[in-house]
């Protein structure tokens, strides 16, 4: 029975989506594979770095490190300085070059994974219409059912982490933390106001139309449903 810590991909070539990748070892170097080099999880991948960043488990702790790629390295959204560790807890999501790579972390192999998995299928299940969605990082797009809406940079931050957390509360903070890592005001509390915030949700309404349902919940935070989608399709 495997128990170590691992990483469950969600987009990463050559590993097709839900892959398992097992942290077995204490150190673990992630990059692009080459002629003359194999990390020892390689990604094939030209925004990817050959050394892009590393893993490090400990006493039942696992630290992520960027090691000065070129294109950056993200936990949660927020980028992270080179060569500065951070701690991984379940559920994080890692990403390499704007998305091009996305990670999810899990603490125990067996429970964790399997809830991230129970996730992935319940947002992709078929006969919802979901199906017919997906996000391009590299384009900064959602497209739905051959109809593409482009994002800036800010926006699709956002709209990834809500389909993220499709139909579950998210906080301003949080998009505040996910959209603008670069912005902290005193005592570490995100300097983005709810009027840029409502701002950057008004401008996402607008591009998507019907096809995303973005609740305001009591002005502290949103909730986005397909629900309109799904409809559509039946």
């Keep these: 029975m495997n128990t170590s810590p691992c990483l469950v991909v969600i987009r990463g070539y050559p590993f097709d989506e839900g892959t398992v990748l097992a942290l077995e070892r204490p150190n673990v170097v992630l990059g692009r594979k080459d002629a003359e080099w194999t990390p020892d999880i390689g990604f094939d991948n030209a925004y990817v770095s050959r050394k892009h960043a590393g893993i490090v488990c400990e006493k039942g702790i696992c630290t992520l490190t960027d090691f000065g790629s070129k294109h950056g390295t993200t936990v949660n959204g927020n980028r992270l300085m080179p060569f500065k560790p951070v701690i991984l807890r379940a559920s994080d999501i890692v990403a390499f070059s704007k998305g091009s790579v996305c990670l999810a972390f899990s603490s125990r192999a067996l429970e964790d994974t399997l809830e991230l998995q129970l996730e992935r299928e319940e947002l992709l299940r078929p006969g919802t219409g979901k199906e017919d969605f997906a996000l391009d990082p590299i384009r900064q797009a959602l497209t739905v059912r051959n109809t593409t809406y482009p994002f800036t940079d800010k926006e699709y931050k956002c709209v990834e982490l809500l389909l993220r957390k499709e139909r579950r509360f998210v906080g301003k903070e949080e998009i505040a933390r996910c959209v603008w890592p670069e912005r902290t005001g ?49």
Excluded: H, M, Q, W
Aim: net charge positive.
């Design 186 to 234: 005193k005592d570490g509390i995100p300097a983005a106001g709810s009027e840029e915030i409502n701002s950057l949700l008004y401008r996402i309404r607008k591009k998507t139309g019907p096809v995303l349902s973005i609740e305001n919940v009591r002005g502290k935070g949103f909730v986005l449903s397909l629900s309109s989608l799904a409809e559509k399709s039946v």
